[in-house]
């Protein structure tokens, strides 16, 4: 699992991979139980907090499954929405619809605390399944109204959206290790085809 968005919201949606264009071809949420394993990894919720997320959907399956089923449509519109963004579309109106009802979900369910001289949103009810979602959606709703959008981009080998944070804004990929990696061993086994085909040809 590679965290690689630099935005939670944008990992969030990266939990699907695929090629850049096209439908995903892999996901890693397959059930309830999967969105707390990723929450819980990616540091939005402590050991504790997951314990009880977990215990309260395997006593309520049929709760777990709707939370699980919420997961999935609030990636799709974040996915739709950022995805857009990044190749310099413009949203439709029933997606942004959509997207602030889940940002007033978000926001009903949180409370502001003091925090570093400053205060933040804070959502520490655990007893309600979609409650992970609510950081994630509210990290999306603040990342599209105050950016930097500038910065989104899809990464040019899969999936993977990702706040390019480079200083002259040249990442290509959602990281070298991988896309990167596979994009240079692909121009050097073309640059070595047609170096042999040259060689046949003189
Ligand atoms: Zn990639």
Known sequence: ????????ALDF??????????PPDDDILHRYDDVIAWARWIGLL???A???LRRQGQADAIAAQAAYRRAL????????LFRSVATGHTPTGRLLAAFRDDAAEALAHAEIRADDGGFRWHWADHRDLRQPLWPI???AAT????????RLKGCAGCRFLFLDES???????????????????????ARRASARARTAAS
């Open 1 to 8: 699992m590679r965290i690689v968005g630099g935005n939670l």
């Open 13 to 22: 949606v990266n939990t699907r991979s695929g090629p850049p264009d096209g």
């Open 46 to 48: 402590t050991d504790t």
């Open 50 to 52: 997951a314990a009880q």
């Open 73 to 80: 449509d609030v990636r799709d519109r974040l996915d739709e």
């Open 137 to 139: 959606v509210h990290t």
């Open 143 to 150: 990342l599209l109204t105050t950016g930097p959008l500038d």
């Open 167 to 189: 200083k002259n804004r040249s990442r290509r990929w959602c990281s070298m290790e991988d896309c990167g990696t596979a994009a240079k061993i692909h121009r050097y086994v």
